[in-house]
Antibody, heavy 125, light 107 residues
């Protein structure tokens, strides 16, 4: 069973950098996009960015100027750095695996099938 | 970006009843790119349906998805107590991948 375990600082001051890491256990690291998603209080989920084992990354344009996603294939880990955080960044951050399923008739279908446990991040002075 | 609007925001139903949840996209989507998740308090979302209508592994057949274009539906045919949760739709049709704001299913 694939498991994603994440960790990182949960309390930050404004202007600091949020750093989170997600480790992948019991599964292949290649062939997927490794993703960060957050949930702001009272709001829906927001896709932040993703990276594959070749270190090809995609970002949400709304955060691209403050966000870096990196990967360490030797440790089966990937990380998020969100710079210059503000109180508006307070929320729960999740790592997840994006899988692409190929079907001969339907074509390709993507989904997030495994998720980390979530990290509550609070930004407060 | 593609905006997904879920309705209703909250749906009050009873165990054994049928629940119908809606997800409307601001632009037409391939049905292959629409996904549904279930989320319970304090937990990460759980994959339910992908490709608009394909159930994920281990998901009971009382969950079904349908739709095309801009209108998609998640139906739970006979609600069990463990089904009371928040349901999110999400699209992979165009980056940035977006989620709806969620529908809370409550007793």
């Amino acid at each position: 069973q694939v498991q994603l375990q994440q960790w990182g600082a949960g309390l930050l001051k404004p202007s600091e950098t949020l750093s989170l890491t997600c480790a992948v256990y019991n599964g292949s690291f290649s062939g997927y996009y490794w993703t960060w998603i957050r949930q702001l209080p009272g709001k829906g989920l927001e896709w932040l960015g993703e990276i594959n084992h070749s270190a090809s990354a995609n970002y949400n344009p709304s955060l691209q100027s403050r966000l870096t996603v990196s990967i360490d294939t030797s440790r089966n880990q990937f990380s998020l750095n969100l710079y210059s955080v503000t109180a508006a960044d307070t929320g729960v951050f999740y790592c997840a695996r994006r899988r692409r399923l190929y079907h001969p008739v339907s074509g390709s279908m993507d989904y997030f099938d495994y998720w980390g446990q979530g990290t509550l991040v609070t930004v407060s002075s | 970006e593609i905006v997904l609007t879920q309705s209703p925001g909250t749906l009050s139903v009873s165990p054994g009843e049928r629940a119908t949840l809606s997800c409307r996209a601001s632009q037409s989507l391939s049905s292959r790119s629409l996904v549904w998740y279930q989320q319970k308090p304090g937990q990460a979302p759980r994959l339910l349906i992908y490709g608009a209508s394909s159930r994920a592994a281990g998901i009971p057949d009382r969950f079904s998805g349908s739709g095309s274009g801009t209108d998609f539906t998640l139906t739970i045919s006979r609600l069990e107590p463990e089904d009371f949760a928040v349901y999110h739709c999400q699209q992979f049709g165009r980056s940035p991948y977006t989620f709806g704001q969620g529908t809370k299913l409550e007793i």
